[in-house]
């Protein structure tokens, strides 16, 4: 039981150190972090690339890497298709549907602008993330 527990403490602590990022970045609060981000090149897309994708592995990690399986799909255009199975982590789904509603809210933040570009570095970050498993 204890080992569940503690299993959530990594993921719990690293959405509250994003949400802080966040909180920071929608507030206009540019610390030396964001400044410093800010002077390497396409530093900004590292980061979301970097910080989703770590999220997603954390949160993989605190589901026990569960994941979701659908139905087989087809690859392939003539006789004997190779059929394959579809399986996609659970917690990187829901770090997916966190990023995509984080970066559309930024439209009606006045301080803050929706860039697709920063969505498609946080899905790349959490789907290279997600092929990583930590073995417990």
Not at 24 to 40: C, K
Not at 69 to 79: E, N
Request: hydrophobic share 50%.
């Amino acid at each position: 039981m204890q080992y569940i527990q503690t299993r959530w403490l990594y993921p719990l602590g690293f959405f509250i150190f994003i949400s802080y990022i966040i909180f920071l970045a929608d507030t206009a609060d540019y610390n030396f972090a964001f400044r410093l981000v800010g002077h390497i090149p396409y530093g900004d897309k590292i980061a979301h690339t970097l910080l989703y994708g770590v999220m997603a592995l954390l949160l993989n990690y605190g589901l026990g890497f569960r994941y979701i399986q659908y139905k087989s799909i087809s690859v392939g255009y003539c006789k004997g298709t190779t059929p394959y199975k579809l399986y996609i982590q659970l917690g990187a789904i829901i770090v997916l549907t966190f990023a995509t509603l984080e970066e559309f809210s930024q439209y009606f933040i006045p301080s803050r602008t929706f860039d697709l570009w920063d969505l498609m570095a946080d899905f790349i970050g959490v789907i290279l993330f997600s092929f990583i498993r930590i073995k417990s």
